[in-house]
DNA sequence: GCAGTGATCATA
DNA sequence: ATGATCACTGCC
């Protein structure tokens, strides 16, 4: 972190992709934990693209009535019981892929949905600025597939986390009340923003 | 404020 | 086979 609280990637070090044991967990934690983290998409042959993730939602398991899960095991949501560290994407009013990475236990239908990364707002714009489709759904999270999670370097203090309800879920009773949103201002997150540039590094910190 | 859009799922 | 639903977006 700068001086001024403008929260930055370390570029500096290498890049690591999250693997199972960060999202063997629960998925607020894991939800919370990928804020500032890169999401990394690569084509092939092509340049990987990072994007740090702004927004996110966590789906809890079969208890949380705004979870897929909630409704059984269906073809649609299988992806949702498998191991974490999956891509669980799906299509949602016939129009908008949404992406998801499957959280906790083998058994446990848990998952964070990603609603903001880069300068992509919207879970649904986020998919398709990415290219990201069924094709995905139930691949691992990792080089392998095209696109998966690095270690930023930073972690986001808990003062600049937001939490909310989640968007879209009014139908889920007292679950609908829940604040399991989670958003961090993507202004302090991105270098060279005017609003939060900070002239001069702090001596020291690199 | 609401139409668009079509896969998915429960019901039959 | 049919109808309701839907973790959204864009335009009125």
């Known amino acids: 972190m700068t001086g001024r609280g403008i929260i930055m990637p370390d570029m500096t070090r290498a890049s690591q992709a999250l693997g199972a ?10 939800a919370r934990d ?3 983290q890169w999401l990394v998409v690569c084509g092939a042959g092509g340049r990987p693209q990072r994007h740090l993730v702004f927004e996110t939602e966590a789906y809890l398991g079969a208890h949380d009535l705004a979870c897929h899960g909630s409704k059984g095991l269906t073809k649609r949501n299988a992806t949702m019981f498998g ?14 892929w949404m992406l998801n990475v499957v959280t906790g236990a083998e058994g446990v239908p ?35 597939s095209g696109l998966w999670f690095e ?6 203090p808990s003062r600049l986390v937001e939490r909310t309800p989640r968007i879209g879920v009014g ?11 989670f958003v961090v201002d ?21």
């Open 110 to 144: 848990a998952a964070v949905l990603i609603r903001g990364a880069g300068g992509h707002e919207g879970p649904g714009r986020l998919t398709r600025a990415l290219g990201i489709d069924r094709a995905f759904d139930g691949a691992v999270a990792g080089p392998r």
């Open 151 to 156: 270690e930023s370097g930073v972690a986001v």
């Open 83 to 96: 191991p974490a560290g999956r891509w669980y994407v799906y299509l949602c009013y016939g129009m908008h």
């Open 34 to 36: 990928l804020l500032g």
């Open 186 to 206: 993507p202004r302090r997150l991105s270098r060279g923003t005017p609003a939060t540039r900070s002239p001069r590094r702090t001596r020291g910190l690199h």
């Open 171 to 181: 139908y889920a009773g007292p679950w609908a009340e829940k604040p399991l949103r």
């Open 21 to 30: 044991a960060f999202f063997d967990r629960p998925a607020d934690r894991v």
